[in-house]
Structure formats: C-alpha cells, structure tokens
C-alpha cells in the first residue's frame, strides 16, 4: 500500500505533443513575407482598434462604421453602424476588377473530375443561385440549412445566402439524420440544400436519403434544393410540392443580384458544436467583425500572394473550413484549391492521378 500511495501516475505519462523546438523561416521567404517587421505586434497591443480598422478599411463599405468597437463585458461589438455585404466582398470586388478571369475555385472530385471557376464565374453562379433562393420566398433573417459534399455549390450557396440576407447553417456531410433534423430544428431553418450524393473514402454518400430521413421531423422547412452531383446509381426520391432540383430552379434565372446592406453586427452564419457532450449548440458569427478577422488573418498568417494556390485540408462543415476555404480566402482574391471526400487506399491513388 505505501509503495502505491508514493506512485505519481502523472509522472509516468509521456507529453507527446509538447513541442519547444522553433523552425525559423528561410531568408528569402522572410525577405518577400507581407509581414516583415516584428513592430507590429506592439503597434496591435498600443492601439487594437486602429490596427483592426486599417484591415476593414481594405474591404468594401456600403456605410463607414461610426465606431470601431463597443466593449460591454461580456458582449462585443465591432464597426458599429457599418454596414457592408459579404459576398460582394468575397466575389463582387473582384469580379469587376482584373481579377475577373483569375481562378477563385479549383476543384477536384473524389474520382478525378475536375471543375474551376473563375471570379466572374463564380459571381454569376452566386447571384443565380442567390435569386432561386429569393424565389423560394427566402428573406433577409430567414434561416437556410446546408447539407452537402465537397462541391462548389457548397460555397456557392453560401455566398448566395449572405447576398440576400439569409443566415446559413452548413451541416457537415458526414453527419446523420438525426444531427442534421437537430440542427434544422434549432435554427428553425426554412429551406435545405443538398445534393443527390457525394463522395468520401471510395463511397457514395446518399445525402438525399439521409436528408429525407431528417426531414420526417423538421416541420419548419418549406423547400429543398437539391443539386446533382451526378450519382446515376442513386436512387433519388423526390416529395411533390417541397423538393425541386437546383438545374430546373436555376433555368432561365438571371445572375444579376442586388445584394442587401447587411449591418457589420447582423447574423452571417450558425455553425454548431458536434454535440459530442450534449445537445449541439448554434454558435453566431457576425457579419462585420468576423469578415475582418478571417481576412486579416488570412492574408498573414498564410502570407498570400496574388499568384499562389491555397489549399486548406478541412471540411466546410467545420469552422476552419468556413474561414480559410471559403470567406478568408475570397475575400483575399485568392485561388483556392477544393478537393471533395478524403483519400483512402485506391480512390486516394485515384485523386492524386
């Protein structure tokens, strides 16, 4: 007993993942980095407001903030009385410059095909699917629920929600009916876009299937979107009066979409906890104070420069995936790499071919 009441099982734990060793950057890549000079750390600690509104003076105002940040412990809030839209400053700004024919999305499938879409692309597509959802009924506050693979018109419907207004709720593709109907329900969303299928690890997923299951209990949703992403072995069912594919809304529709002026503290997006300790939970990101920060960081810590392909491996139903694929990086005017499913044994070998 003595013996075991003197052991330390602390001590006998092996701390893998502390790291103290320090990996400094090349000479040449310190010399062309956007950020060079260490000062800049103490000039954000001697003025934070001046030093976050230099970066949200780098993007586009519909009304200039009347004050940078109104701290009320615990609440925040940034450029208060700005407003702005953020897909216009993720596509528009960029598509009526020179970058118009610069790629914005590169993608590669699972099995090897590939699609790019350019800035001006990437603006039509947007303002389209924008309009379909606008002839939904969707409106400024409404809530949409997104379930869907790794495709474009992942953050293409996106964009298109925060150029109306609506608030978007990306639910990762992976996750069951019940997740997806317990996420729908909180945000008590009014339509759902997904797909027929998606690829990941070599599998078709039937997100259509999976989505129909959820749908049994979501008593708030209106409409579905769904996009084809060309699984012909799916067998996709289809509810008469709720359930539309997006090729036959988006027919016709022009690409031309006013956006609305979105107050810099209105809704942008819920993404919720995986709920792995309990019932999930919406967390809200606002429009102008989050749009800043993940350009900002974006465009340092990644030191993006005009001509390079960035890739970020995370899924788009996670936060990080939010930020750095979709609004970071297009705010940026960056080309960003998008590559559905995960690589696993022979469909890993066939992606990387």
Not at 299 to 312: G, I, N, Q, S
Request: charged letters at 25%.
């Amino acid at each position: 007993m003595a013996a075991d009441q003197d052991h330390d099982p602390v001590g006998d734990i092996d701390a893998l993942l502390s790291e103290e060793r320090t990996f400094h950057p090349a000479r040449e890549f310190r010399e062309d980095a956007i950020v060079r000079d260490p000062a800049v750390y103490e000039q954000a600690e001697r003025d934070p407001e001046g030093f976050w509104a230099a970066f949200a003076r780098e993007l586009d105002w519909v009304t200039p903030w009347r004050r940078v940040l109104e701290w009320t412990p615990p609440h925040a809030k940034w450029f208060v009385d700005g407003k702005l839209n953020v897909s216009v400053n993720c596509v528009d700004r960029h598509a009526r410059t020179g970058r118009a024919g610069k790629p914005a999305i590169v993608w590669e499938g699972e099995p090897g095909d590939q699609r790019t879409l350019t800035y001006a692309e990437l603006h039509e597509q947007v303002g389209r699917f924008a309009n379909v959802l606008r002839g939904l009924g969707v409106v400024r506050g409404d809530r949409v629920a997104i379930y869907m693979p790794m495709i474009p018109e992942l953050p293409v419907a996106m964009l298109a929600c925060a150029r109306i207004g609506a608030i978007h709720s990306v639910v990762f593709g992976g996750f069951s009916a019940e997740s997806l109907s317990d996420r729908i329900n909180d945000a008590k969303a009014k339509v759902l876009v997904t797909a027929d299928g998606g690829y990941r690890r070599g599998h078709v997923v039937p997100l259509k299937s999976i989505a129909d299951e959820a749908l049994e209990r979501t008593p708030t949703i209106e409409h579905v979107i769904v996009v084809r992403r060309g699984h012909e072995e799916i067998d996709v069912a289809m509810k008469a009066g709720r359930d539309r594919w997006y090729h036959d809304l988006s027919r016709g529709v022009s690409a031309e979409c006013e956006p609305e002026a979105m107050d810099a503290e209105d809704m942008l997006y819920i993404l919720y906890t995986s709920g792995t300790t309990g019932k999930p939970k919406g967390i809200v990101h606002t429009t102008g104070g989050y749009l800043v920060g993940a350009y900002a960081t974006t465009k340092w810590v990644f030191d993006l420069k005009e001509d390079d392909v960035y890739w970020c491996t995370a899924d788009i139903g996670w936060v990080t995936g939010h930020s750095y694929i979709v609004y970071g990086p297009l705010a940026n005017g960056a080309t960003v790499l998008m590559y559905e499913g995960a690589p696993d044994g022979d469909a890993g070998a066939r992606a990387s071919t």
